[in-house]
Each structure stands twice: as structure tokens, then as C-alpha cells.
């Protein structure tokens, strides 16, 4: 257990909606991902970071955003819920101090667009 | 070629068998290669790491093939607990400095069912 919890577990919300899932860590590591998971898609990169303030684009970046103010918290944001948006999203954490080397996942979050 | 490749299986196995995965992957420089474990429902869960030619942890054998660019994952013994999805992980390319962030590529996974 890396200390990651992702809040909510579940939601539901309507298309057109703004939606944040938080991602929390207690144990200062640098690194932080999130990631959607669909079947037939596998686990891809939404986006990414490297530090407070530091972020980056994964490989379906659009249609969110992402901040981190500490670095404790990783948000993601919808700004505006697309039904294509439903997924489960997994925040992620890369232990030992370097990036992308052993990531430890949190239990994710549910996500429906109606 | 696709980034990473994986059979997706089902793989239906009775306990106490052997069973192996392969995944291709199509970019030569990677350097570190992965496998992670993913139950029903649940977040994945790293397995193995795999660095040189392989790594052996128990019943689980994890091989690289760098000419033929795959790695593979070998379960002995098969238990009822390793019923799950296995996931090989592809880093990108090792950038100058040593370091490599950015994009992971997940292969699909393999199902696996191990039945009585």
C-alpha cells in the first residue's frame, strides 16, 4: 500500500456536467498519472506529474485537465461530461523516486456519463 | 506492429498446470519491461519487473527476448489465487540523463482462469 486514495468511488452525473476526481497521497512521491481504463483499450495515459505545478499531456488528454497545487493531491477535472467519458480512472504513483518505474495504482473511480 | 501486443486469451487452465503469455512490443530501445497482476474489478497491481534476460519470483518466471522483442510470463504450478488479468507494461524510450517519464503503454491483458 503506497498511501493513494482516489475519491469519489463511484459517480454518476449527467452529460454537460463539470466532474473532479481527487487522487490523494501520503507519502510525498513526485510522480503522479492518471489513467482510464476501457475494455478493448487497455489502461492509456490521460495525463501526468512531475512535480507540483508540473503536469503534462498523456495520450487522451482532451477533454480533461488536470492540477496540482500540492503534492499530496493530483485532480482531474471534466470540464464538460461527455457519455465517451464513462471509464473507470486509476490514479497512479511512481515509487523509488524515478518516473514510470513500479507504479502503484489506487482502487479508482467509477465513472458514469448519462 | 502495435506499441504492445498481447493474446488476450482466456486462458482456461486446471490447477497445477503450467501456463505461459507472451507479449510483443515494437519499440527497440526500451529498457525495463513489466507485468502487472489485475483481479476483477480491482486496481492492477505490479507482478514483475524484468530488466535483463529475466527474473524469477516463486512459481513466476518472466523472460525477455530483445532480438525478437517479447517478453514472457511463465506460471507453474497453477493456483486457484492466480486467476486474474496479466498486464505487460512497455516504458517509452530512455530519454539523455538516464530517465524515461511520460507515456507507459499497457497491453490489454491476458485473462487467465485457473478452475479446480
Not at chain 1, 6 to 35: A, D, F, I
Not at chain 1, 59 to 85: I, M, N
Not at chain 2, 28 to 39: G, L, M, N
Request: proline share 5%.
Amino acid at each position: 500500500d503506497a498511501g493513494i486514495t482516489q475519491s469519489p468511488r463511484h459517480k454518476v452525473t449527467e452529460t454537460g456536467t463539470p466532474v473532479t476526481l481527487r487522487c490523494h497521497q501520503t507519502e510525498n512521491h513526485r510522480y503522479m498519472y492518471w489513467y482510464r481504463q476501457d475494455p478493448g483499450h487497455g489502461l492509456r495515459l490521460i495525463h501526468y506529474s512531475y512535480g507540483v505545478k508540473d503536469t503534462d499531456k498523456g495520450e487522451v488528454s482532451d477533454g480533461y485537465s488536470v492540477s496540482r497545487s500540492k503534492t499530496e493531491d493530483f485532480l482531474l477535472t471534466l470540464e464538460s461530461a461527455t457519455s465517451s467519458q464513462t471509464s473507470v480512472y486509476f490514479c497512479a504513483i511512481s515509487v523509488q523516486g524515478q518516473p514510470n518505474e513500479k507504479l502503484f495504482f489506487g482502487s479508482g473511480t467509477q465513472l458514469s456519463v448519462l | 506492429r502495435k506499441e504492445v501486443e498481447q493474446d488476450p486469451g482466456p486462458f482456461n487452465v486446471p490447477e497445477g498446470a503450467t501456463v505461459a503469455f507472451n507479449c510483443t512490443y515494437s519499440n527497440s530501445a526500451s529498457q525495463s519491461f513489466f507485468w502487472y497482476r489485475q483481479d476483477c474489478r480491482k486496481e492492477p497491481k505490479l507482478l514483475m519487473s524484468v530488466y535483463s534476460s529475466g527474473n524469477e519470483d516463486g512459481r513466476f518466471t518472466a523472460q525477455l527476448n530483445r532480438a525478437s522483442q517479447y517478453i514472457s510470463l511463465l506460471i507453474r504450478d497453477s493456483k486457484l489465487s492466480d486467476s486474474a488479468t496479466y498486464l505487460c507494461v512497455v516504458p517509452p524510450r530512455w530519454r539523455a540523463g538516464g530517465t524515461s517519464y511520460g507515456k507507459l503503454t499497457f497491453g490489454q491483458g491476458t485473462i487467465l482462469t485457473v478452475h479446480p
